[in-house]
């Protein structure tokens, strides 16, 4: 049986160091440089006695700035390879490379059976492992279309319950109707008079003379007519959120009595009052020194949280 492995005899092969000073072979030493090739080809061909076309060169890295190169003539190679060869490198370091452990070490791993002349088998299999990969590919595809495929149409068929269900409601809800567009129609005019119909009504809005009714309820009254506060009613503005009054007073001690009662009213904030002192015109003697105005002003609880306590806004 021919070895898959042919060695060349190394009197046979061309020899060079290649030093990649710019470029770098930037590659783990004993792999394939990750250079390009042209560039390889061009510098190998400076220590080339032939022409580089006539012959196949090899190259492996030797660390990060060099690279062995080896060629072997294209006819002898063709002489000395079999059909099922697979490999075919050097027989054995030339004497130049004694010195240099680590470039003698990587002869065994210069193939020259590449590129053009990869051996049939390597065709073969390099295919096989593609073809391998497409089928694994195809059936990955498959298998996740037919996936997608079965829950769209699970997702398809509990639509269909849905909606079927959803008719089955609109029919017994409105069996009168014809077609399920007829009861949707239906449904929504329903909808649409229960939203009118039992939307939150605004409240009543409050009445001035509701206002002037509770601020008399609340007046100070005495047990009997001479003891009630001899007060009269100089103006007043009422509106359904606000009591705004001047009263005169013939003594000043009556304003506790009449704050008090305004305070009592339910649903009202007084605030404080302003009493002014009357003047006695001329200086007349009958004037009373404790007699005067008050200026009372009362809000609705609603209407009196957005004003300060001093009753500005």
């Avoid at 279309?145 to 149409?153: L, N, P």
Wanted: aromatic content about 4%; proline content about 7%.
């Amino acid at each position: 049986m021919t070895a898959p492995t042919r060695t060349i005899p190394t009197d046979q092969v061309y020899w060079a160091v290649l030093t990649l000073e710019h470029a770098g072979a930037a590659a783990r030493p004993g792999s394939a440089p990750a250079c390009d090739n042209a560039l390889l080809d061009e510098l190998f061909a400076e220590f080339m006695p032939v022409a580089l076309e006539s012959v196949k060169p090899a190259y492996i890295t030797i660390d990060r700035t060099r690279v062995l190169a080896a060629a072997v003539s294209r006819e002898r190679l063709a002489a000395l390879v079999a059909p099922g060869d697979i490999v075919a490198v050097p027989e054995a370091p030339p004497s130049a490379l004694a010195g240099d452990g680590d470039a003698a070490a990587l002869v065994h791993r210069l193939n020259f059976l590449w590129g053009d002349l990869e051996p049939q088998p390597v065709t073969i299999a390099k295919r096989r492992a593609a073809g391998a990969a497409a089928a694994a590919i195809l059936l990955l595809t498959v298998a996740a279309v037919i996936g997608v495929e079965r829950r769209a149409a699970s997702l398809r068929a509990s639509a269909a319950e849905h909606r079927a269900l959803a008719q089955s409601s609109l029919k017994g809800l409105f069996p009168s109707a014809a077609t399920p567009e007829a009861a949707r129609t239906l449904l929504d005019q329903d909808l649409g008079r229960l939203t009118r119909t039992r939307a939150a009504r605004p409240a009543l809005q409050r009445d001035a003379a509701d206002a002037v009714a509770s601020l008399l309820t609340a007046w100070p009254r005495g047990a009997a007519p001479s003891e009630a506060p001899k007060l009269r009613t100089e103006s007043l503005t009422a509106t359904p959120e606000s009591l705004t009054l001047v009263v005169a007073m013939e003594d000043r001690a009556a304003t506790a009595a009449l704050s008090d009662s305004l305070r009592s009213i339910a649903g009202w904030r007084l605030f404080q009052p302003q009493f002014t002192a009357s003047a006695s015109p001329g200086g007349a003697a009958t004037a009373k020194p404790d007699a005067g105005t008050l200026s009372l002003r009362l809000a609705a609880e609603s209407a009196a949280g957005s004003e300060k306590p001093g009753g500005e806004r």
